[in-house]
């Protein structure tokens, strides 16, 4: 059957996906296009970081499929040290799946379902699909029209989003799924990635992006067939059914996993409303091996639960913690390794990959960025609550196996930060009990006292984290390992003691009389006191004489 490629919205050759070159110029991309000038673009430029996430995960499912591989190192190597992506192999490829890449192909839409329907033939606004609409709290954009109406580059977008992170809860109920109860989908759980702390290195271009994150067939941790692990444009069209096979077959079959079934509704060249109902569900137990692109952990309430005697579950992210204080469980130097034995936590499969090509292939000084990406749920995951964005940039040298010098002197700075913090937290702390804020508790801190030793904590964290991004950046392979912590100690002796000097100045002068706290006199002299000792305690490098002339806070 001949279609018109010009209503079908064809995603080959119609420019949906921004980015952004190495000259800083915004542009809009074909698939065609992306890969025949991923090595003059500096990245993609998506409308939230989530859907970023989802859209490099499709582009990689298409390099995969394209590619058949790549089978092993020694190919991957070729594909890195060409100057750009075999984009007519690519091209090739796509042109032999193009009716599955018609956004409205009568018969096949791309990630979409072409008779999707419900009892009463209702479907929802665009609110839905959005994820920077959430429903009832719209909050990350300017979108506060529920009336909205999408292009069809950006609902392609937002449809890749959806299948990836789309909130859990009662969905519609679609024709043809035997789920269905009185008209209604009952949650089977958020999308895919959304149960992930995403785990992104990054390049300096698009191409070495796609390259660090496309691991080769034969990769030891993610072995895969590249027969079976398929995207789903290689799968039978899909109905509203769950999938004849639930088996999870790779991970190019989950950066394409249908978690919805949806249909956009097109109207006078717009997409105005969407229809998105029950899909294919997945359990998170013991993916480690398949999925690369998050950290995990071991769960013992798990175990217990399935009767299993190790249980991996995908490790999120803290919104309230930079990626940096994290450091232990991202460098595979540091981290529980898939090669471990029932480890108590283990680092990302493509993290262990880069590691291997940093051993190998890749030059010590290489700049690697690590972005991380999640999406935090409330209400029993059916709400979108937060998105986590973070990088933190490297040189690869911090990702070799047997780094270990230098890796210990990261996370050993970052345990010394840690430390810092705190010792500014007590200040805060015991400024607030000499000051007499209020009554305090027998055996305890008031609350008062607590809230401000929590701002405190909070604080040394912020002002110390440009700085400790900045030196991590320069450790390399050439760096002196005693001279680094050197440095780091004393670049967070003096961040910690500005706003030290800050709580010392504005405390009361009550404080300075002070009170006794269970027992024993607390003045602003005691907290100066013991303040200076904790930071020593925490930066020893930054003291180098014992009597510790000239040091005080």
């Given at each position: ?53 989802a ?18 190192l ?7 040290d ?13 042109e ?28 929802s ?9 959430p ?14 109406s ?15 992170f ?29 149960r992930?702390?995403?785990?992104l ?41 769950v ?5 999870v ?12 079934r ?117 209400n ?29 002197l ?14 500014l ?7 607030a ?18 809230a ?82 904790k ?19």
């Amino acid at each position: 059957m001949n279609v018109d490629e010009r209503h079908t919205f064809s995603l080959i050759d119609q420019p949906w996906l921004p980015a952004r070159t190495t000259e800083g110029t915004a542009v809009e991309l074909s698939l065609v296009e992306v890969f025949e000038r991923a090595h003059r673009l500096a990245n993609l430029s998506s409308d939230l970081p989530t859907q970023y996430f989802a859209l490099i995960r499709t582009l990689l499912a298409v390099l995969h499929g394209a590619l058949e591989g790549p089978r092993n190192l020694k190919d991957w190597e070729q594909l890195w040290d060409a100057e750009q992506l075999p984009h007519e192999t690519i091209a090739a490829y796509l042109e032999r799946h193009r009716e599955r890449f018609g956004l409205f192909h009568p018969q096949t839409p791309f990630f979409q379902v072409a008779d999707l329907s419900t009892e009463k033939g209702q479907t929802s606004e665009l609110s839905k699909l959005v994820a920077d609409v959430p429903n009832g709290r719209p909050f990350f954009t300017n979108r506060l029209d529920r009336r909205i109406s999408l292009s069809f580059a950006e609902a392609a977008r937002w449809l890749v989003h959806c299948h990836a992170f789309d909130p859990s809860g009662i969905k519609s109920g679609a024709i043809g799924d035997d789920r269905v109860k009185k008209g209604k989908g009952y949650p089977i759980g958020t999308g895919w990635s959304g149960r992930l702390g995403g785990i992104l290195p990054e390049g300096r271009t698009l191409r070495e992006t796609l390259l660090l994150n496309l691991i080769p067939r034969d990769f030891i941790l993610t072995k895969r067939a590249h027969d079976s692990d398929l995207p789903v444009w290689e799968y039978e069209q899909l109905g509203a059914t769950v999938r004849p096979d639930p088996a999870v077959r790779g991970p190019v079959d989950l950066y394409t996993w249908q978690s919805r079934r949806i249909r956009l509704v097109p109207e006078n060249g717009k997409v105005t409303r969407v229809l998105i109902c029950n899909g294919d569900p997945v359990k998170p137990q013991n993916r480690h091996q398949i999925e690369p692109h998050t950290r995990w952990r071991r769960s013992t309430a798990q175990e217990k639960r399935r009767s299993e005697p190790v249980v991996y579950m995908p490790r999120e992210h803290d919104p309230e913690r930079a990626i940096w204080r994290g450091l232990e469980s991202i460098l595979p130097g540091t981290a529980g390794t898939q090669r471990e034995e029932a480890a108590a936590g283990l680092t990302a499969g493509v993290l262990e990959w880069l590691s291997l090509l940093s051993d190998d292939i890749l030059d010590g000084d290489f700049p690697v960025q690590i972005r991380t990406i999640g999406m935090a749920y409330r209400n029993e995951n059916s709400v979108t609550d937060e998105i986590m964005d973070d990088a933190l940039s490297l040189r690869s040298a911090l990702l070799r196996q047997d780094a270990i010098q230098l890796t210990g002197l990261a996370v050993g700075c970052v345990q010394a930060a840690d430390e810092a913090a705190r010792a500014l937290g007590s200040l805060a702390l015991n400024l607030a009990q000499a000051a007499g804020k209020a009554p305090p508790k027998p055996g305890s801190p008031d609350p008062a006292s607590l809230a401000d030793r929590t701002r405190a904590v909070e604080l040394a964290y912020a002002e110390l984290d440009a700085p400790f991004r900045g030196w991590l950046s320069g450790l390399g392979p050439d760096s002196d390992p005693v001279e680094e912590q050197v440095a780091w100690h004393r670049t967070a002796r003096e961040v910690v003691r500005a706003p030290a000097r800050d709580l010392q100045q504005r405390a009361p002068a009550t404080a300075w009389t002070g009170r006794r706290v269970n027992g024993y006199l607390v003045t602003a002299a005691h907290a100066a006191l013991w303040f200076d000792r904790k930071l020593r305690e925490a930066l020893p490098q930054a003291f180098p004489d014992p009597a510790g002339q000239g040091a005080s806070a």
